[in-house]
């Protein structure tokens, strides 16, 4: 397999150097150059399979050429081995035909441990064959940078550094960072905000001097692995519910786009989806495309679904290139006209083709409360934040009733108590078994003030295992 950037200037990669790669030269991102497409017959003569035998049908051509299918399926087998629910992604019912999808029974409690338990293990590997070592610079405020963290903590070629914001992430997302021990783990706190440690990151990919040689390797979703690793997932549900004899609908707490994007794949590889919705929180630029064909930056709001928090969402671009019939320079085009004005609309006929299958609706904060309540009251699923937007959200865009409809849970509520105590739900929230004694771990990490070059100079002088570079 083959993968190109979304701004047509940069060179193909095969799955190895675009699973080492961040941005794509000419700042786009990657794509497989031919997506694989799966006959109804094919899909449904995989019903039943337990998830990591699933994941090796779907994910195969992706990595085709890069590796072995004995390998990769040893390390499928390993990576959701370590969920603690055995159906790996279950689904709950909440009313006739509604359906979440819980995908917080990975190590950090939220969906991003299916792709990044996968990331650090096809890291390791590649590595190991290599024989090259990598440093991850990343920013989290909250979710990613755990999940990166337990992704990647036995990684024997890898040294991981997380930037988040000091005293603003919730004390769990802190402890569920700065409590996993390893000398190749750094967790770095900036006296500044998510966006200051943003930054920095970017910083350090556009000029990577102070590695000294060492490649850095991207850990959000603008890498192409986090993706495809989402793809099973729908397969699985829609499996569950009749697919691919019958359509699913799916409703997707969004922030970069890339979970839902994931969705998008499977529908194009031959999953029958007949609709996908865009739930945001109050920070809607993907709503305002969605229902105006407006895509612009606004000011940032913080909100009780933190891990949506966004003013834009990187992983747009892929689908804009599709809607663009895959034209880079239409989209380099685009992301300059964004970047100097902070705004664009696609021509009327691309914005109603994606929403053939796309609606959205922005849920606030009041109205995430009390879906939480109404949630519960219901049927007794505690909801946390991020996922009662979806919900919100299914119950306002839904198609047809006769469709089941499925929410991604991509958060379990422990994680998020503040929300679900304004929700006012009378209910105990208790850690899972694994995390039962997080309060009375050891913690470790370092304050840094918000300056590039001392960030810079830290990586440098612990990236080799604690060791300088
Ligand atoms: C990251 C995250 C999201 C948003 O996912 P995207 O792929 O960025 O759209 C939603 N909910 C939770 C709990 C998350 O951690």
Redesign the pocket.
């Known amino acids: 397999m083959r993968y190109i950037s979304t701004r047509g200037q940069a060179p193909a990669l095969n799955f190895e150097d675009v699973l080492l790669a961040g941005l794509a030269t000419d700042g786009g991102l990657y794509v497989p150059e031919n997506l694989p497409r799966f006959t109804q017959e094919e899909i449904a003569s995989w019903a039943g399979l337990p998830y990591h035998e699933l994941a090796f049908r779907v994910m195969r051509p992706f990595v085709t050429g890069s590796i072995p299918d004995a390998d990769f399926k040893k390390i499928l087998e390993e990576t959701y081995g370590v969920f603690s629910h055995n159906a790996i992604a279950p689904l709950r019912q909440l009313n006739g035909n509604e359906w979440v999808m819980e995908l917080f029974h990975g190590p950090t409690l ?3 441990d299916f792709a990044l338990q996968l990331l650090g293990r096809l890291l390791d590997y590649v590595l190991q064959k290599r024989g090259e070592r990598v440093v991850i610079v990343g920013a989290t405020s909250g ?2 940078g755990s999940a990166a963290i337990e992704g990647c903590k036995h990684c024997e070629n890898v040294d991981i550094f997380i930037l988040h914001p000091h005293n603003r992430v919730s004390e769990v997302q802190r402890r569920q960072m700065t409590t996993i021990v390893g000398d190749n783990i750094h967790n770095i706190a900036i006296e500044g905000n998510f966006d200051d440690c943003q930054e920095m990151v970017k910083a350090s990919f556009a000029d990577q001097g102070f590695l000294k040689g060492t490649r850095l390797v991207a850990v959000n ?1 603008i890498n192409w692995a986090r993706i495809m690793a989402q793809i099973v997932y729908y397969f699985h549900a829609a499996l569950q519910l009749g697919g691919p004899a019958r359509s699913v609908a799916f409703s997707v ?8 994007f994931a969705g998008y794949l499977a529908r194009n590889m031959g999953l029958p989806i007949n609709q996908l919705i865009v739930a945001t929180n109050r920070n809607d630029i993907l709503h305002r495309f969605m229902s105006g064909n407006q895509y612009v930056k606004e000011t940032l709001h913080a909100t009780l679904s933190p ?2 928090d966004i003013m834009v969402s990187s992983n747009f671009e892929r689908l804009l290139f599709d809607l663009h019939g895959r034209n880079g320079a239409a989209i380099a085009g685009l992301m300059d006209s964004f970047k100097q004005g902070g705004g664009f609309s696609v021509e009327p006929e691309r914005w109603t083709e994606a929403r053939k299958l796309f609606d959205s609706l922005a849920v606030d904060d009041a109205q995430t409360c009390e879906t939480i309540a109404e949630v519960y009251g219901q049927c007794g699923e505690l909801l946390d934040p ?1 996922t009662a937007i979806g919900v919100k959200a299914a119950r306002e865009c839904r198609r047809s009733l006769d469709i089941p409809m499925v929410v991604l849970g ?2 379990h509520p422990v994680k998020f108590p503040d929300a679900v105590e304004q929700a006012g739900v009378g209910k105990a929230l208790e850690l899972p078994a694994h995390l039962s004694d997080l309060f009375e771990r050891d913690e470790r990490c370092t304050v840094l003030p918000n300056d590039l070059a001392a960030v810079q100079a830290f990586v440098s002088q612990h990236g080799n295992r604690g060791k300088p570079l």
């Open positions: 939220a969906f991003k979710d990613t979703s707490p969004t922030g970069n786009f890339g979970d839902i891990s949506m991020h991509t958060a």
